[in-house]
């Protein structure tokens, strides 16, 4: 269980998405933050970086291991496709 809460979370996570927003820009793409919720990062890729092969990885070993490495070993970050902003309870 992670000791903090989702608003508590927001401002570490912003700050390990603007160190990794650096590198996911020299592909061609971006992330933005969609939302926190009870410990799950939801992040959307974008520009170059949707569709890629390589996405799932960016995301895994690029961000999440971030997260679990400077806040706390239990986030889970899920990527969230274009058109599931909404709707982020249908995420697997």
Same mark, same amino acid.
């Given at each position: 269980?992670?000791p ?16 990794? /927003?650096?590198?996911i820009? &020299?592909?061609?793409?971006? $992330? ?6 009870? %410990? ?24 999440? /291991?971030?997260?679990?490495? &400077?806040?706390?070993?239990? $986030? ?5 496709p274009? %058109? ?9």
């Amino acid at each position: 269980m992670i000791p903090f809460t989702d608003e508590e979370l927001k401002p570490a996570v912003m700050n390990i998405i603007e160190k990794v /927003r650096p590198s996911i820009k &020299l592909d061609g793409g971006d $992330i933005t933050l969609i939302d926190i919720r009870d %410990g799950k990062v939801y992040v959307q890729l974008q520009g170059a970086c949707v569709g890629c092969g390589s996405s799932g990885t960016t995301i895994k070993f690029g961000v999440e /291991r971030q997260m679990q490495t &400077l806040i706390h070993p239990e $986030i889970v970050v899920k990527n969230v496709p274009a %058109g599931f902003e909404d709707k982020l309870d249908q995420l697997v």
